[in-house]
Each structure stands twice: as structure tokens, then as C-alpha cells.
């Protein structure tokens, strides 16, 4: 076990190239135990790129990522496994498997990870639910709630195995300002009385400044700002204010460029429409 | 007449086997295909990997027991059924009597002509299994992507299939 002391997770000099095209340029973070860290910054910024290094299913180019004190970028699959049991992460989406019911995903991993008997996965599947709001929805598929309780089973999910650790991609979008609440009252309470530490990459700053306890604003690969929520809202720096009051006019520029953009959606451009392009301009 | 012969060496060395090969590429292995597409462009796969359930395991090694064991039992199910339809033919067509075609049936095929026609369809089972979820697993790029590895699994699994059947036949039944 981590004492106080040492990170959870500790994040130097990561680097992630994809070509000629910087996506994390150079950061370095740790985050210690109980602690809430919400990841901010705009769209195709790398926010997801570092979430996908730091859970292990990106490998850097260079630098060095510790979770619970091992290095994550070293690991074969097996060893990225059994790191990945010890934290929960819940999905932008959900991803929610969609052939299971609600109670089925929340009880999938006490079903892959432990011996637990059927009776009681079927008790911690029931109290993970009441947590999120969502008992009495057991048999329900997937396909049959809304978006918003989809990401609540997702976070039911995540908590399933009580992990240390828990990443959450966008927790509360999509969800009414109640249930935001609910949300970011639960992430207070286990990180407060379970010493559970959170890493939240979120848009929402009135959810992002109630639950953190340090943030990190990311801009083109870089960190721009880090400081606990006072120190962000009192920053000095533009970006970093025009962001956190979500002004349209400011100094992050608007448009990526359409190399970025391209590279973002991981889509080759298509001959078809390249062709098309270059007969439009012909005729223009 | 030879038709008994002709419908008991044919259908279990050959009929059988491919047609029901066929059927199941066209209603299981795009399926499977199609679902696993699904889950992966809407990061079911990736929540799966990241709950440490290793997506191999968690959803090919079933579907592959099932297509192994569902395969030969459906060219068994089909075989009856063919040597039926031969029955019906030569009864009510060919006015045979029903004692003669079972008996011309059962000399004219050996065990070794069922035998052959169940370890293609071994083998055609793990063909079709492997094309469909590679196909799945493969996908990008939505609700697109999944229809192409869809058809692309459909054509890659009839073409692999036909051109093992004929390597399977010519080992078994030309090679000396």
C-alpha cells in the first residue's frame, strides 16, 4: 500500500507524438491520495490522450507514468490487468455492455474479480444503484434509460469493486443540475470518507470547482494552469479566465486546423472527397 | 438408378458441409460481426479492457465454443434433412419403394464420407468464427464502419470457405 506521502500517480516528462504532430507536450503531475484532480481544457486539447496514458491503453513516446508507485508505460497486458483492478473508470458514454441489464454491468467485474457469492454481489449491486439514484433498476436494459442514467449506471459500475482509484471522463454532462449535485456530493463523500482519489476530466466548471482539490488546464499539449480552485479562479492568465467563464472571445483560437482536426477524428482523408474538393475548385 | 448414391455422397462429402456453412456465414457470422462492431465503436470493448475483463476471453473464446460445437450439429440436423428430401424424390417422383433407398443409401455411403463432411464443417466453423470477430474487433469509425466489416466478414468467410472446401477435398478424397 501508498502511504500518504507517494502519489497515486505520477505523471513525468510525457510526451505523446502522433507523427509530426505534438498531442501531450512535455507534462509532469502527480496526484496523491484523496485528492480530487479535474483535468480541464478545450476540445482535441489532449485531455482524453493523457486519460488513455495514464489507465494505460496509450503508450508514450517518451516519459514516465506511475500508478500505485509501478511505471504503466513498461507493462504488458497482464500487468496492466491487475493495476487496472485496483480503479474504476467511468465512460463519457457509459459504454455500458448492452446485452447485460443495468444490475448485470454493475455486478460484471465482482463476477470477473472476486468469489463473491450470488447473493451478495447482488446486495453491493443494490447499494452501488441506491447511491447513484437508481434502485429498482436492475432489469432494465440499457437501451431502455436515458442518457444521463446511463452514465449513472457507468459510475455505479466503476465503484463496483470499491477501487482507490477513479477516472471520470465528463461525469456530469448530460445530467440535470439535481443529479450534477448527486454526482459531485458522491465523489466529495468517497474521496472525503474512503481516502478514494479522483481524476475528473470534465467541461462543467460549476461541478469542476465544487469537487476539485487541485486542477490542471490543458492547451495545446501543455499545461497552462495548475493550483487548487482558488488559485485557477484568481489566475491572472487570459486563457485561463475566459475558460473558466466560458467567454466566446478570448485568446484560445476557435478553429483547429483542418490537419488537426483530421488527425482528431483518426479519419484518413477519402480519395472520393478529395476528388470532389479539387473538382469544385476547378470550376469555381 | 443411382440417385441414392448420388444424394449420400454428395451431401455428406459436400452439400451439407458448404450449404450449411453458407447459411450460418450469412445469419451468424455477420451477427457476430455486426455486434462485435457495435460494442467496439460504442467503447464497450475498451470499458471492458479497462475493467481489466480481457475482451478475448470475455466475448470470442464463447462464440467460438458455440460455432465450433452449433456447426456439425447443424450439418448432422441438414444431412437428415437431405437424405429426407432424396427419400421424398425418389418415393413420390421416381416411385422407388422406401425399404429400397434406404437400403441403396446406406451401401452406397461409407463412414468415411460423413466423417470427411464433419471435420470440414470443424474447420469451416473455425473459419467463419475467426473472419467475424477479427471483422468486429477491427471496426472504425461508427455506425459505417460496422456495416462495412459487416459484408467485408460475409464475403471474406463464403470465399475462405469455398476455397478450404476444396483443399479439404482434395486432400481427403485425391490424394493418394
Not at chain 1, 508514450?60 to 500505485?68: L, Q
Not at chain 2, 425399404?99 to 467463419?128: C, E, N, P
Request: glycine share 10%; charged share 20%.
Amino acid at each position: 500500500m501508498n502511504s500518504n506521502g507517494e502519489p497515486i500517480i505520477e505523471v513525468v516528462d510525457l510526451v505523446r507524438r502522433f507523427g509530426d504532430r505534438t498531442v501531450i507536450n512535455d507534462i509532469s503531475f502527480s496526484i496523491h491520495r484523496g485528492e480530487t484532480l479535474v483535468i480541464m481544457g478545450g476540445s482535441g486539447c489532449g485531455k482524453s490522450t493523457l486519460l488513455r496514458h495514464i489507465i494505460g491503453s496509450m503508450k508514450p513516446t517518451s516519459g514516465s507514468v506511475k500508478v500505485f508507485g509501478e511505471e504503466i508505460t513498461m507493462m504488458n497486458e497482464r500487468e496492466i490487468a491487475r493495476v487496472r483492478r485496483r480503479f474504476g473508470m467511468l465512460f463519457q458514454s457509459g459504454a455500458l455492455l448492452a446485452s447485460l441489464t443495468v444490475g448485470e454491468n454493475v455486478a460484471l467485474p465482482l463476477l470477473q474479480h472476486t468469489d463473491r457469492s450470488p447473493d451478495e454481489i447482488e446486495d453491493i449491486v443494490e447499494t452501488k444503484l441506491q447511491m447513484v439514484g437508481l434502485s429498482g433498476f436492475e432489469n432494465l436494459k440499457p437501451a431502455e434509460i436515458s442518457g444521463g442514467m446511463k452514465k449513472r449506471v457507468g459510475l455505479a459500475r466503476a465503484l463496483a469493486l470499491d477501487p482507490e482509484l477513479l477516472f471520470s471522463d465528463e461525469p456530469t454532462s448530460g445530467l440535470d443540475p439535481i443529479m450534477t449535485a448527486v454526482v459531485d456530493q458522491l465523489t466529495l463523500k468517497l474521496t472525503h470518507g474512503s481516502h478514494m482519489t479522483a481524476v475528473v476530466v470534465t467541461h462543467d466548471m460549476t461541478s469542476a470547482f465544487r469537487i476539485a482539490t487541485r486542477m490542471i488546464m490543458l492547451g495545446h499539449g501543455d499545461i497552462i494552469a495548475q493550483g487548487t480552485p482558488d488559485e485557477i479562479r484568481t489566475s491572472s492568465n487570459p486563457e485561463v479566465q475566459q475558460f473558466i467563464n466560458g467567454e466566446a472571445d478570448g485568446p484560445i483560437p476557435l478553429n483547429l486546423s483542418q490537419d488537426e482536426h483530421e488527425h482528431h477524428r483518426h479519419v484518413k482523408p477519402r480519395p472520393f472527397l478529395a476528388a470532389r474538393s479539387r473538382f469544385h475548385h476547378k470550376t469555381q | 438408378m443411382y440417385v441414392p448414391d448420388l444424394v449420400m455422397v454428395t451431401l455428406l462429402r459436400e452439400m451439407g458441409p458448404v450449404l450449411i456453412a453458407v447459411i450460418v456465414i450469412g445469419r451468424s457470422g455477420s451477427a457476430v460481426a455486426a455486434e462485435l462492431g457495435t460494442m467496439k465503436v460504442s467503447e464497450e470493448i475498451e470499458a471492458l479492457e479497462v475493467m481489466a475483463i480481457n475482451p478475448v476471453e470475455y466475448l470470442v473464446v464463447p462464440r467460438f465454443l458455440a460455432m465450433l460445437i452449433m456447426l456439425p450439429a447443424l450439418t448432422i440436423m441438414g444431412n437428415y434433412i437431405g437424405v429426407l428430401g432424396g427419400w421424398a424424390v425418389c418415393r413420390f417422383a421416381l416411385n422407388f419403394n422406401t425399404a429400397g433407398y434406404i437400403l441403396r443409401a446406406l451401401q452406397s455411403a461409407d463412414t468415411w464420407d460423413l466423417y470427411s463432411g464433419m471435420i470440414k464443417s470443424g474447420v469451416f466453423a473455425w473459419l467463419i468464427i475467426t473472419i467475424a470477430c477479427n471483422a468486429g474487433l477491427r471496426v472504425e469509425g461508427g455506425a459505417e464502419g460496422v456495416g462495412q466489416a459487416t459484408t467485408a466478414s460475409v464475403v471474406q468467410a463464403l470465399l475462405a470457405m469455398l476455397v478450404m472446401n476444396a483443399v479439404l477435398t482434395g486432400i481427403f478424397f485425391f490424394s493418394a
